[in-house]
């Protein structure tokens, strides 16, 4: 896995993640003002929305202009509940900090690489914030990473490649924040079911993922 930061020079924040082969451009944009259902409150918002160019998949996929797929929406609202659990409030002013997660390239986990990389942009962002004296100090208290983790012939497997996707018995998606607690499970039977000794398992395994994650956002933002 590989952290690029700053590789968009025109927003406030942004992350060039690489998992494997699926690479994501995780872009943070800071922008006056709230949707009108927070104005007024003196709090800011923070929102995710994602998309896959189409040639980011073996097959060309058509881009999704009028209507956004299921898929789409429920990945952009994956991305957006993780991304605020960075944040204990919203209370850095009527400002919405926009994520916006393109996926270059997908081999699987395209989602759990978008959420570990939004949050180092993020992170950038805030900061920027304080250095252009918009913020006293940033609101970021934890950051959060994600992994896929799947069975596949009876076999626990981490960080799930498209090959491994498509043919795992059992499919989940981990998101955790760097205090060690959970933030998201989502864990399906796929082509079977699974038992609580495996769930143990996927749980105990995705866990040492986030952790190697969580190391490597660390050290990227230290450089």
């Given at each position: ?58 097959t060309r996929t058509s881009r ?160």
């Amino acid at each position: 896995m590989t952290f690029e930061r700053g590789v968009a020079p025109y927003a406030e924040g942004s992350c060039l993640i690489s998992f494997g082969a699926t690479r994501v451009l995780c872009t943070a944009s800071v922008e006056e003002g709230v949707p009108g259902w927070r104005r007024g409150s003196g709090e800011g918002w923070l929102t995710a929305e994602y998309a896959m160019l189409p040639r980011a998949t073996r097959t060309r996929t058509s881009r999704e202009r009028s209507q956004l797929g299921g898929r789409t929406q429920e990945i952009q609202r994956l991305i957006g509940r993780s991304v605020r659990a960075m944040l204990d409030d919203f209370k850095f002013g009527e400002f919405t900090v926009k994520l916006d997660c393109d996926v270059l390239v997908a081999d699987g986990g395209t989602r759990t690489a978008a959420i570990t990389g939004a949050s180092v942009a993020i992170v950038d962002a805030f900061a920027w914030m304080v250095r252009d004296g918009l913020l006293p100090k940033t609101p970021v208290k934890r950051r959060v990473a994600a992994v896929s983790v799947g069975v596949i012939e009876g076999e626990p497997r981490l960080d799930l490649d498209y090959e491994e996707d498509v043919r795992a018995e059992v499919d989940m998606n981990v998101v955790m924040s760097s205090e060690g607690r959970f933030v998201e499970v989502q864990g399906t039977g796929e082509h079977g079911t699974f038992d609580r000794g495996q769930l143990d398992q996927l749980l105990e395994l995705a866990i040492a993922g986030i952790r190697a994650l969580d190391s490597a956002q660390l050290h990227a933002l230290s450089e």
